[in-house]
């Protein structure tokens, strides 16, 4: 059965960091590229980070520049997003992603597995 199973989400002070963690079961994810999402009340889901599966190049949105950092684990079959200096508006349902492409395109209606996702609720 092929799940992608989301970790790590929580109640965390504005500043504070959490590490997410997508585990991967039933196929293999170093033969594609993985995609965090986020979805804020409200809000519609939009892409913040991904990983290409040919050469490891990381994307990330202008929102999350230098405070997020995507990374695999290719032996684990895990994929993680570490947050750091973490604000309230980055509040979000977390999702990733996978699709079979050597690069990230990261279209939502194209991805071919999607966790459940993992809730971030950042307030003091």
């Known amino acids: 059965q092929v799940r992608l199973v989301e970790s790590g989400g929580g109640l965390v002070q504005p500043g504070g960091s959490l590490r997410l963690s997508c585990a991967a079961s039933?196929?293999?994810?170093?033969?594609?590229?993985i995609g965090w999402f986020r979805q804020a009340p409200g809000k519609e889901r939009e892409g913040i980070s991904c990983?290409?599966?040919?050469?490891?190049?990381?994307y990330y949105t202008d929102s999350v520049k230098g405070r997020f950092t995507i990374s695999r684990d290719n032996a684990k079959n895990t994929v993680y997003l570490q947050m750091n200096s973490l604000k309230p508006e980055d509040t979000a349902v977390y999702y990733c992603?996978?699709?079979?492409?050597?690069?990230?395109?990261?279209?939502?209606?194209?991805?071919?597995?999607w966790g459940k996702g993992t809730l971030v609720t950042v307030s003091s």
């Open positions: 992603a996978a699709e079979k492409q050597p690069m990230c395109v990261m279209d939502r209606s194209n991805m071919d597995y």
């Open positions: 039933g196929f293999t994810l170093d033969t594609y590229s």
């Open positions: 990983m290409n599966s040919f050469d490891s190049s990381a």
